[in-house]
């Protein structure tokens, strides 16, 4: 089955940077979109970027200009270089792909999350 593995979280001082890590496996024919979102207690999950296959990327405004979204499309990975990080960045970051499974199924994929905290 397809599994979304995420790493790189944990804490960090404000203004520091953190590098999510998120490779999927299991039964993948084809990854459409890759990206991350994130969560913070008491709130929706929101968007933070995303990359196409080709290449394309979206960013939150919130995070344009600090976070690289980045793509490594022969391991099935995407990475998310956070840098300039500010208290309000804090949130569980989950890893999401659009895919085709071998069996011909196209759905959303979700990782576990990874916790990040940015505090002094």
């Known amino acids: 089955q397809v599994q979304l593995v995420e790493s790189g979280g944990g804490l960090v001082q404000p203004g520091g940077s953190l590098r999510l890590s998120c490779a999927a496996s299991?039964?993948?024919?084809?990854?459409?979109?890759m990206g991350w979102y994130r969560q913070a207690p008491g709130k929706q999950r929101e968007l933070v970027a995303t990359?196409?296959?080709?290449?394309?990327?979206n960013y939150a405004d919130s995070v344009m200009d600090r976070f690289t979204i980045s793509r490594d499309n022969a391991k099935n990975t995407v990475y998310l270089q956070m840098n300039s990080l500010k208290p309000e960045d804090a949130a569980v970051y989950y890893c999401?792909?659009?895919?085709?499974?071998?069996?011909?199924?196209?759905?959303?994929?979700w990782g576990q999350g990874t916790q990040v905290t940015v505090s002094s």
């Open positions: 999401y792909a659009d895919l085709v499974t071998t069996w011909g199924r196209r759905s959303d994929y």
């Open positions: 299991g039964g993948i024919f084809r990854i459409n979109t």
């Open positions: 990359t196409t296959t080709g290449g394309n990327t």
